[in-house]
Every structure is written in structure tokens, then in C-alpha cells.
């Protein structure tokens, strides 16, 4: 037996495909007892049920999706034949399962699937926990002396529409003409014939949902799922096909949407069908819901070849062609318009096809606009915890390497700044927040002003410390006191939950012109942070303050600064413990001083030279890239350090 736990989001159907055969691949080849019933069919069959049942979990609960795998022997559980049993339970217990179709058709054929294909299928319910299982055998011998599923009955109440009243739908229980769509999911790359008169195998269009269901989870942009719709229909089952999308609030009144796909079987066309389609989009009226409708077949103009979307007409019908609203639950994201040169009429089972696959695509759109949504606002806040830029200071050259851990951030639990806090005095300020995630950008929020604010009211470098110290001490406090249960609550029946620590380790100084001669008198302090590096023009390393305890820890405490002389060409490096603590197996970057061999051998650099070789120091010493925020703060002494600005 094999358990895995899914996140319930757009993902989770594909990733339960791959487990359920990457499991049956393990246990064919380790031969286990009852792994003679595993074949292509029952493998392929699995991997369509667990799809459908772990995105109905997905849809209609919300929550996380347990999965369970398991052989069972013949004669096990109710006397069976051996075969596979499959378990997908949810937190959403509340839900009654029925075994017919929706009236509205929202909630797909999940259950049907289950019971044309699986032996036997049951739902159990426990105290909010619901489990659909169902059990599959070897089907072979079944096919061999045709047995085989009434796909009629899964498939013979889709609803179409009819053309003269498309706000009423019908159910159609006549198979229509249809063609011969395939029995393996290989076959769909090439068209099928609606001409042809045999039946309709419903493998191939189950596995073409599958594999549409697999594209569109992962892609996180709405035009790459309007593209990727397009190309996924077009041959298969159109010769042509547009997306419109509304805007973020749906379809408002007086509101067009937006062309986002045009894609034509012959690629020529493309162009012309586009402006074609701006100046004709579909408009469907608000009783049509996420289902398909007939929609007229362009007419052809009589004094250009060709119709009206750049189509070549098809004798005197030219085809057939269908439009749908893209619903994702009751919001609608946007219109599909597909065609199809040479049948008078779409079947019905190609409409119902459509219908799924349309709300796939309205789905995978909606999921891609809530994490373009997430991932701008994150965005803009974390451009918002880094300085806007970095103030010059007469006769000295700065530069930062900030690198956040995990990709495409822009911020983390690193920060820094360099500004000007009066006439003649510059302030620098490296730090590191404790911890991760959205507590540590709070606090890193917080920390930036309050430090501008202290230096620009003219206090000491240890007495900025001091104050920041009691400023996240009270904060602390405040946050915990929010944090607590209500006295008046009974026991247990309010979920309590600490709030995170707000340490924080910083390096802070200033920067004033030098009395005795060139250069600048740097006053600076440490706090639990690893120590900033002086390097002399003769090679000498020594460190630049003395260890504290960290900002956050105790209230009491008073911090000191230390005073020197930066002369010209000695170099001050500051660095958090992504660079020290960078590992190597078991020995970290600073292990023996690393840190200051490192920086002996920058003698003659300028600030950025610096600043490029410590970092590339540091990426070179792991054979993986840093998991840790990266930052170096380098400040550089030049002949006209603490010399006036030339005007």
C-alpha cells in the first residue's frame, strides 16, 4: 500500500496521476502478489479515475486530498477478483455524492467514469473526512468478449442546446453521427472524422482531459492558458479557434472583452481571422453558463473569396461552429469560439467534450489571475522593504550585493541602507531578522524607519541601538498581547498561537569628515551581528566592533560603539550570515577565519571589486546554490574621503 497527502490546488490532479503509475511501474516490476492484474489498461484506467476524483476533491471541498493505493489478492474484500483499490478522501464531508449527472452540469462525470469502469465503487463518511473508493480488475477478457462499458450511459444525458433557443437547454439522449476519436491517448494527433458513422470511443477524449487538465494546471499566466487552449483544440477538434477575456470584476455592463488567442489550422490566416474577430466578438446573453451554443458559421462575402473570419466556405453550409462562456463557478472569465469546416453540426458528445474542457480552461484562467494578483502584491511590498537608493558620500564608494533566497524575490529577512542624516553625516545599517516569511518582512519594515527616524533626531549610534532594542521589545509585547485568547473564551474553543520572536542582528553606523587630516571618523556597533571587516592598504584585517546581544532579546540593555579613522584606501566590509554561515558539507565559509582570508586578498579593489569577489567567493565554496539571503555592504575610502564636494 502507497499514501501520499496533495495540496488542494489546480496541481494536485497531475500530481496524483504520476503517483498512482509511478506506484503500479514499482510493484509490476518488483513482481509483488496480485501485480499480474497490473496492464497498460487497468494503468490507464486508474490514472483517468484518480484524475477525476482527486479534481472533483479539488473544486468542491477546497481542502488537502488524501490518496491510497493498494493490491488486493482474489477473494480478498468481499470475495473479489484481484485488482487495485483506490482511496481519495477530503476534509469536506458535508457534500452528498449521487451517482447522476448534475441538472446544471457542474460537477462533471467523475462518478459515472467510476461506474463504467471500476468492478465495484462505494463513498464512506466519518466525522469530516468523505472517501470515494473504487476498485478495478483486469478488464482484457471483459473487451475480448465485448463487455464493455456502456458509455451511453455515462455520456447520453450531456445537455446541447437548441440553435433556435440557446438560454434553454436540452437533454439529448440519441447518439449523434460521430467519428472515430481513438482509443489511445496517441491518437489524437490527428483530426478526427465526424463523417465517418462509427461510434464514439470515449478513451481518447478522456485522455485529451487529461492531458489538458495537466498543461493548464501549471502555467500561472492567463494568456499562456488562452494559448495554450487554442493550440490544444486546433486540429484536434476544430479547424479554428478565439479566446476572449473579460476584465479582473467580469463581464460589467458596457465593458468589452479582450482578443486574447486566435489560432487557425492554417497559420496564414491567422492575421486576417484576427481582425476579423475584433470587429465581430460573440456576445452571449447571461443565461448562457459555461455551456457550448451554436453559433452561425461566418457568411461569405460575395465579392471577396473567402468568409468574413478569413474561412474558406465549405459547399453551401461551410460548417459548424460553437460558443461558450468561460464560467469558473458564477464568475465568468472569458468566451470560447471554436469552428469546424464541412459538418452540418457539432455531435453532442464532441458539445459535451467542449463543455469540459471549457470549464477547465475557465479554472486554470482564474487560477492565474489569483496568483498574478498574489504575486504583484507581494511584489510591490517587497520593493517597498528595500531602500529607494543609496545616498552618496563625498570621498568614499559604496556597493551592495543583496541577493534573497528563493527565486524571483526581491526582498527577505536581510536588509540595509545608506543615507544622510544631517549636514555632514552620513548613517549605514546592515541587518538580519531573526526568522522567515511574513513575520520577518514585518519586522524588517518596521526596523528601516524607525532607524532613519532616530539617526534624523540626532542620536548617538549606541543610543539608536538602545532605543531600536526597546522599540521591538515593546512591539513584542503589544503583538503578544494581541495574540492572546479572550479571557471570557471557554478552553480550547480559540485557537492560540505564539507569535514569532523579533530578534534582529544589525551592524549601524556613521560617518562624519575626520578632524586630523583625510579621511572620515567612522563610529559604528555591532549586535549579534558577525562582525563588520577593516582592511588596511598594507593587507591587515581586523575587526571593526565588538560582539553584543541581539536587538529584541532584553530590555535593559546598553549597547557601545567604537570609534576609528577610515583613511584613504582602507576598505570597511559588512556582511550577514548568509556569507559566514555558507556551508560546504560540514564546514561553513568563515570556518578559520575564511571570511578575512578572503578579504586579505582584496587589496587594491575599489568598493564593487570587493564587493564581486567576496560574493563569488561565496558561490564558489558550495556546489549548490546559497539557501540563505546573501548580503554585502562595502564602503571604500578614497583620496578625497572627508574632503568637500567640489562644486
Avoid at 482531459?209 to 477538434?237: C, H, I
Wanted: aromatic share 6%; net charge negative; hydrophobic share 40%.
Amino acid at each position: 500500500m502507497v499514501r501520499t497527502n496533495l495540496p488542494g490546488n489546480p496541481l494536485a490532479p497531475a500530481t496524483a496521476r504520476r503517483f498512482v503509475r509511478v506506484a503500479l511501474a514499482d510493484w509490476a516490476e518488483l513482481r509483488l502478489p496480485s501485480s499480474g492484474v497490473i496492464t497498460d489498461r487497468l494503468a490507464e484506467d486508474a490514472a483517468l479515475l484518480v484524475s477525476e476524483m482527486v479534481t472533483n476533491a479539488v473544486v468542491h471541498a477546497g481542502t488537502d486530498v488524501e490518496l491510497v493505493c493498494r493490491l488486493v489478492a482474489a477473494g480478498e474484500e468481499d470475495g473479489g477478483a484481484a485488482g487495485l483499490v483506490v482511496e481519495v478522501s477530503d476534509r469536506h464531508a458535508a457534500r452528498p455524492v449521487g451517482s447522476q449527472p448534475s441538472p446544471v452540469g457542474e460537477y462533471g462525470r467523475g462518478l459515472q467514469l467510476v461506474g463504467a469502469l471500476a468492478e465495484s465503487w462505494g463513498v464512506s463518511y466519518r466525522r469530516g473526512l468523505k472517501t470515494v473508493w473504487f476498485r478495478l480488475t483486469d478488464r482484457e477478457s471483459d473487451d475480448a468478449d465485448g463487455r464493455r462499458p456502456d458509455w451511453d450511459a455515462v455520456f447520453g444525458g450531456a445537455m446541447a442546446l437548441s440553435a433556435a433557443d440557446p438560454g434553454n437547454r436540452r437533454p439529448v439522449t440519441a447518439r449523434a453521427q460521430g467519428g472515430d476519436w481513438g482509443r489511445q491517448a496517441g491518437d489524437w494527433g490527428r483530426r478526427p472524422d465526424w463523417e465517418q458513422g462509427s461510434d464514439w470511443d470515449t478513451r481518447g477524449a478522456l485522455s485529451f482531459l487529461a492531458e489538458a487538465s495537466d498543461l493548464l494546471a501549471g502555467q500561472f499566466d492567463e494568456d499562456m492558458v488562452a494559448a495554450l487552449a487554442g493550440q490544444l483544440l486546433v486540429p484536434r477538434l476544430a479547424d479554428w479557434c478565439a479566446v476572449w477575456l473579460d476584465d479582473e470584476a467580469g463581464r460589467a455592463p458596457g465593458s468589452a472583452p479582450r482578443l486574447a488567442r486566435v489560432w487557425h489550422a492554417h497559420e496564414s490566416r491567422i492575421e486576417a481571422f484576427r481582425a476579423a474577430l475584433e470587429k465581430n466578438p460573440p456576445v452571449l446573453g447571461e443565461a448562457v453558463r459555461g455551456w457550448p451554443v451554436p453559433w452561425p458559421w461566418p457568411a461569405t462575402e460575395p465579392e471577396t473569396p473567402g468568409s468574413a473570419y478569413g474561412l474558406q466556405p465549405w459547399e453551401e453550409d461551410g460548417g459548424s461552429a460553437l460558443a461558450c462562456r468561460l464560467f469558473a463557478g458564477a464568475r465568468s472569465v472569458g468566451t470560447l469560439l471554436l469552428g469546424r469546416e464541412g459538418p452540418a453540426r457539432i455531435p453532442d458528445e464532441v458539445g459535451a467534450l467542449i463543455e469540459d474542457f471549457a470549464r477547465r480552461v475557465a479554472l486554470a484562467i482564474l487560477s492565474a489571475r489569483q496568483y498574478t494578483r498574489e504575486a504583484t502584491t507581494s511584489l510591490v511590498l517587497q520593493k517597498g522593504l528595500r531602500p529607494r537608493g543609496i545616498a552618496p558620500i563625498p570621498g568614499v564608494t559604496t556597493h551592495v550585493v543583496y541577493e534573497p533566497a528563493g527565486e524571483g524575490a526581491w526582498a527577505g529577512g536581510d536588509f540595509y541602507d545608506i543615507f544622510q542624516a544631517g549636514e555632514g553625516r552620513w548613517c549605514f545599517a546592515l541587518g538580519d531578522v531573526c526568522g522567515n516569511g511574513s513575520e520577518a518582512a514585518v519586522v524588517t519594515g518596521l526596523v528601516r524607519p524607525w532607524l532613519k527616524l532616530l539617526a534624523h533626531e540626532g542620536y548617538s549610534v549606541g543610543g539608536v541601538l538602545d532605543r531600536l532594542n526597546r522599540m521591538l521589545m515593546d512591539d513584542a509585547t503589544q503583538a503578544a498581547e494581541a495574540a492572546a485568547p479572550p479571557a471570557t473564551a471557554d478552553a480550547g474553543s480559540v485557537p492560540w498561537e505564539a507569535p514569532q520572536v523579533r530578534f534582529l542582528s544589525l551592524v549601524y553606523g556613521e560617518l562624519v569628515a575626520a578632524d586630523d587630516g583625510p579621511g572620515m571618523r567612522c563610529t559604528l556597533a555591532s549586535a549579534g551581528h558577525p562582525l563588520p571587516l577593516l582592511l588596511r592598504p598594507d593587507g591587515e584585517v581586523r575587526p571593526a566592533a565588538t560582539p553584543q546581544l541581539l536587538l529584541g532579546v532584553q530590555e535593559d540593555t546598553a549597547y557601545e560603539s567604537q570609534t576609528f579613522h577610515l583613511r584613504p584606501g582602507d576598505t570597511l566590509l559588512s556582511v550577514t550570515d548568509g556569507v559566514t554561515e555558507r556551508r560546504s558539507g560540514q564546514r561553513q565559509f568563515d570556518d578559520g577565519g575564511g571570511l578575512a582570508a578572503a578579504l586579505a586578498g582584496c587589496v587594491g579593489l575599489g568598493a564593487a571589486g570587493v564587493a564581486e569577489r567576496i560574493r563569488r567567493a561565496v558561490h564558489e565554496f558550495g556546489e549548490t546554490p546559497p539557501d540563505d539571503d546573501l548580503a554585502l555592504l562595502v564602503l571604500h575610502a578614497g583620496d578625497l574621503a572627508g574632503r568637500a564636494t567640489p562644486r
